[in-house]
Nanobody, 124 residues
Framework: QVQLVESGGGLVQAGGSLRLSCAAS????????MGWFRQAPGKEREFVAA????????DYADSVKGRFTISRDNAKNTVYLQMNSLKPEDTAVYYC?????????????????WGQGTQVTVSS
């Protein structure tokens, strides 16, 4: 089993920055994709970013490309999402997810483990 715990959410003004953290415990997931998703009220959960550490491969949604950066610290078994130039439309609950499949993926169904989520609110 894998446990994922997110932290780092909060309230920030438009143009500001936040860094989300996702601490993983249990199974080692170095070779598998880790992703960030978000869900705003009344909307479906959407892909934000994903990373496979062993290949240094990353993928980003077009809406966050150039503003968000996903990274991983294997020593701490933690994945980060650095979010810069935040916009009010980035407001959502952000979820960390882990996949046991080998390839980067954008569909939530491809991910087997999920954290509880952390709220990010961007004021205008």
């Amino acid at each position: 089993q894998v446990q994922l715990v997110e932290s780092g959410g909060g309230l920030v003004q438009a143009g500001g920055s936040l860094r989300l953290s996702c601490a993983a415990s249990g199974r080692t997931l170095t070779n598998y994709p880790m992703g960030w998703f978000r869900q705003a009220p009344g909307k479906e959960r959407e892909f934000v970013a994903a990373l496979i550490w062993v290949t240094r491969s990353t993928d980003y949604a077009d809406s966050v490309k150039g503003r968000f950066t996903i990274s991983r610290d294997n020593a701490k078994n933690t994945v980060y999402l650095q979010m810069n130039s935040l916009k009010p439309e980035d407001t959502a609950v952000y979820y960390c997810a882990a996949s046991v499949r080998g390839a980067l993926a954008r569909a939530p169904i491809q991910y087997s483990y999920w954290g509880q989520g952390t709220q990010v609110t961007v004021s205008s």
